[in-house]
């Protein structure tokens, strides 16, 4: 589980060789959108040997590669599936393509984005496939094969994420949202990602750095969270009844078990 999953291009040096002193809690190092075709096999030769040499310092590690279409897929999977990496995030992600990473991968975690109408209209069964883990929203895309404009109030972003919430619910994997774009914008992105998150999506994608505290905090129980927890858990503990009453209100089990997964949350923070 984590909060923050922060891109980084797989061309960057600077940035690749200061992997551990990012915040977030997953990493996502992009040989896909970010790297030109030219640059590609560079990229590769880079990771690998940085991964290579300093596994033992770097945490998270997730690679996206490139679809299932490119002729890079495999050398993208065959160069890195044997490093100190969780697993890939897939592009243009499919039932189809999910099984063709999966077979390949050695058994490495799948994040497939959904970032196309019919990609949507399959995850279901995208979220059910062998190896997935998760699923991450991809709304640029999205938008463009929709047809319509991305905006940063994100209402027509809506249904899709809606969608993509309750189903990895449903599956009991990671809802990751969409990056926000605007780098610059704290307050919007707050915004967005209290959004995504009342939607029941439970981490987000970064573009940059500076994004990672924002969301960790946002995506983390807060202590008035955490605090009503604790008195929930601690109740429950001494009525010894399946329903009882707290601050006037009603608790039962679901709220109960509800209060129990805050503070598996909050240890797994350190909060």
Same mark, same amino acid.
């Given at each position: 589980?984590?909060?923050?999953?922060?891109?980084?291009?797989?061309?960057?040096?600077?940035?690749?060789?200061?992997?551990?002193?990012?915040?977030?809690?997953?990493?996502?190092?992009?040989?896909?959108?970010?790297?030109?075709?030219?640059?590609?096999?560079?990229?590769?030769?880079?990771?690998?040997?940085?991964?290579?040499?300093?596994?033992?310092?770097?945490?998270?590690?997730?690679?996206?590669?490139?679809?299932?279409?490119?002729?890079?897929?495999?050398?993208?999977?065959?160069?890195?599936?044997?490093?100190?990496?969780?697993?890939?995030?897939?592009?243009?992600?499919?039932?189809?393509?999910?099984?063709?990473?999966?077979?390949?991968?050695?058994?490495?975690? /799948?994040?497939?984005?959904?970032?196309?109408?019919?990609?949507?209209? =399959? &995850? %279901? +069964?995208? $979220?059910? !496939?062998?190896?997935?883990?998760?699923?991450?929203?991809?709304?640029?895309?999205?938008?463009?094969?929709?047809?319509?404009?991305?905006?940063?109030?994100?209402?027509?972003?809506?249904?899709?994420?809606?969608?993509?919430?309750?189903?990895?619910?449903?599956?009991?994997?990671?809802?990751?949202?969409?990056?926000?774009?605007?780098?610059?914008?704290?307050?919007?992105?707050?915004?967005?990602?209290?959004?995504?998150?009342?939607?029941?999506?439970?981490?987000?994608?970064?573009?940059?750095?500076?994004?990672?505290?924002?969301?960790?905090?946002?995506?983390?129980?807060?202590?008035?969270? /955490?605090?009503?927890?604790?008195?929930?858990?601690?109740?429950?503990? =001494? &009525? %010894? +009844?399946? $329903?009882? !009453?707290?601050?006037?209100?009603?608790?039962?089990?679901?709220?109960?078990?509800?209060?129990?997964?805050?503070?598996?949350?909050?240890?797994?923070?350190?909060?």
């Amino acid at each position: 589980m984590s909060r923050s999953y922060l891109f980084i291009p797989g061309n960057t040096p600077n940035m690749i060789q200061n992997l551990d002193v990012f915040e977030s809690d997953a990493v996502i190092i992009d040989f896909e959108d970010s790297v030109m075709s030219y640059d590609k096999d560079a990229a590769r030769i880079l990771i690998k040997n940085f991964l290579q040499k300093f596994h033992e310092q770097v945490g998270n590690i997730y690679i996206r590669i490139n679809d299932v279409e490119n002729s890079n897929f495999e050398s993208d999977v065959n160069d890195t599936k044997d490093l100190h990496i969780a697993g890939y995030v897939l592009p243009k992600a499919s039932v189809e393509a999910v099984n063709t990473l999966y077979k390949i991968c050695n058994g490495l975690d /799948i994040i497939p984005i959904i970032e196309s109408p019919l990609a949507l209209l =399959e &995850s %279901q +069964k995208i $979220a059910a !496939s062998k190896g997935v883990v998760g699923l991450l929203f991809g709304a640029e895309d999205f938008t463009k094969e929709m047809g319509i404009e991305r905006t940063l109030e994100a209402k027509e972003l809506l249904y899709p994420r809606s969608h993509i919430a309750v189903v990895c619910k449903a599956y009991n994997i990671e809802a990751i949202d969409t990056p926000y774009t605007a780098k610059d914008d704290e307050t919007g992105l707050e915004q967005d990602a209290i959004a995504a998150k009342q939607l029941g999506f439970t981490a987000k994608a970064l573009i940059h750095p500076n994004q990672v505290d924002a969301i960790n905090r946002i995506f983390a129980p807060s202590p008035e969270e /955490i605090l009503q927890a604790k008195r929930i858990i601690k109740k429950s503990e =001494e &009525s %010894q +009844k399946g $329903a009882f !009453s707290l601050d006037g209100k009603m608790i039962d089990l679901p709220i109960i078990e509800k209060a129990k997964k805050v503070l598996e949350k909050a240890q797994k923070y350190g909060l």
